[in-house]
């Protein structure tokens, strides 16, 4: 009987390059690398995404689980997961703004060769227009935390909440400080990492999420921190414990910084990652970074339909907001970013002009957003209905 032939498509491009440690069978076309040839494309690719990244996820690109498709310039960057012909593009364009254009009619030309359907997630405004011309539609899906570093003291009553968290950490003896792998031992890096998964072990306790979630979020352990930063809070004056940790991802060129990664342990003290927040910026300063991200907030100003967008996305969206509000809190999460007052910058999903079904279904498979314990569900969900009344009153930029 003749095998029934594969429906994932067998590239010839050879700028696609495959994920550098994934074990399962791949396109022939896609090379793999050597040992000493994965080392050189990685640094390579940690420096091209630490240049021309502009978004809070930009650095993802350099996740093992990430394919990548490079302009035959070698000037731009996609990087994308794959199920079947479904491909979810995270992390922007990453090329510089010159070059854009070009890297999407190659990568657009790309996928319709091979019959490959993209969606772009986290799109600026300022790409939106290129999107749109490959009939693309733009449904905003949120809006993105800046804070402006430059001339920012944190003084004065906008600024009391920030500061308040942060006394109350020191009077109970955090101290927040920088790990740099290179400062350390292969044996006290490896201590600390171990320590830090830990944290991010116990803090899905509170969490209705069984397992951290992925292409949305960042992680540690298989993937390196590279060039990524490592902020650490510990007890007893920073003899203790980690009791929380931020995980800082690089942008335009280290000019601006996001706080990707943020978790505690479920009994730390009280405001410990505003502390290392607070902190960290207050280093960055020192350093002349113009700009922290503190990530998207999912929903936040998306109920008015826009010029352009796909009904269904955002319909699907809102419902799917308003239903996971109560077991994700995302009220609590804009409650949380507000206190720093930032800027806001629109962010969008671009989808072909007809959705599919199969988008949605490749999302949640690879996001793992709906694997959730029904246990942890029924209590956090319990714990934010007692307190959606302390919810509705967010903070805005203009709070005096």
């Not at 254009?101 to 939106?128: C, H, K, M, N, W």
């Not at 935390?145 to 109970?172: I, M």
């Given at each position: 009987m003749a095998k029934t032939p594969s429906r994932r498509p067998s590239f010839e491009k050879s700028r696609v390059t495959k994920p550098v440690r994934r074990t399962s069978v791949a396109p022939p076309s896609i090379r793999d690398l050597s040992t000493e040839s994965v080392t050189q494309t990685l640094q390579h690719l940690q420096k091209f995404v630490f240049e021309h990244g502009q978004v809070y996820n930009s650095y993802l690109a350099t996740e093992p689980s990430r394919e990548l498709f490079w302009s035959t310039d070698g000037q731009g960057v996609v990087s994308f997961v794959r199920r079947g012909r479904h491909l979810l593009c995270g992390g922007g364009l990453i090329a510089p703004p010159?070059?854009?254009?070009?890297?999407?009619?190659?990568?657009?030309?790309?996928?319709?060769?091979?019959?490959?359907?993209?969606?772009?997630?986290?799109?600026?405004?300022?790409?939106?227009?290129?999107?749109?011309?490959?009939d693309f539609k733009a449904?905003?899906?949120?809006?993105?935390?800046?804070?402006?570093?430059?001339?920012?003291?944190?003084?004065?009553?906008?600024?009391?909440?920030?500061?308040?968290?942060?006394?109350?950490?020191?009077?109970?003896?955090?101290?927040?400080?920088?790990?740099?792998?290179?400062?350390?031992?292969?044996?006290?890096?490896?201590?600390?990492?171990?320590?830090?998964?830990?944290?991010?072990?116990?803090?899905?306790?509170?969490?209705?999420?069984?397992?951290?979630?992925r292409f949305v979020v960042g992680r540690l352990g298989e993937h390196e921190l590279g060039l990524r930063r490592l902020f650490i809070a510990r007890s007893d004056e920073g003899r203790g414990r980690i009791e929380g940790f931020v995980v800082l991802n690089p942008m335009a060129g280290g000019r601006r910084w996001a706080t990707e990664i943020y978790r505690y342990r479920p009994d730390a003290v009280r405001g410990t990652v505003a502390y290392i927040i607070h902190q960290l910026m207050l280093q960055l300063i020192t350093e002349g970074v113009q700009q922290v991200g503190l990530c998207m907030i999912p929903g936040r100003n998306c109920e008015q339909p826009n010029e352009g967008d796909a009904w269904l996305i955002r319909n699907v969206f809102s419902y799917s907001k308003r239903l996971l509000n109560g077991v994700f809190d995302a009220a609590g999460l804009e409650h949380f970013k507000t206190r720093f007052r930032p800027q806001f910058e629109d962010?969008?999903?671009?989808?072909?002009?007809?959705?599919?079904?199969?988008?949605f279904w490749t999302f949640f498979q690879e996001t793992g957003i709906m694997h959730i314990n029904l246990r942890n569900m029924l209590k956090v969900a319990a714990g934010r209905l007692r307190k959606r009344t302390s919810r509705k009153q967010l903070a805005s930029r203009t709070d005096k």
């Open positions: 010159e070059h854009r254009a070009e890297l999407l009619r190659q990568f657009i030309g790309f996928t319709r060769e091979y019959g490959l359907r993209p969606v772009f997630f986290d799109i600026q405004s300022d790409v939106v227009p290129l999107l749109r011309e490959y449904t905003k899906i949120g809006e993105d935390a800046l804070v402006d570093l430059q001339d920012n003291t944190f003084a004065g009553k906008p600024y009391e909440w920030v500061r308040r968290q942060s006394n109350y950490c020191q009077r109970h003896g955090l101290h927040v400080t920088e790990i740099r792998p290179s400062k350390l031992s292969p044996d006290e890096w490896s201590s600390v990492l171990n320590e830090v998964q830990q944290v991010a072990d116990a803090s899905l306790e509170g969490k209705p999420q069984s397992q951290e979630m962010l969008y999903v671009c989808t072909p002009a007809r959705p599919s079904i199969g988008a």
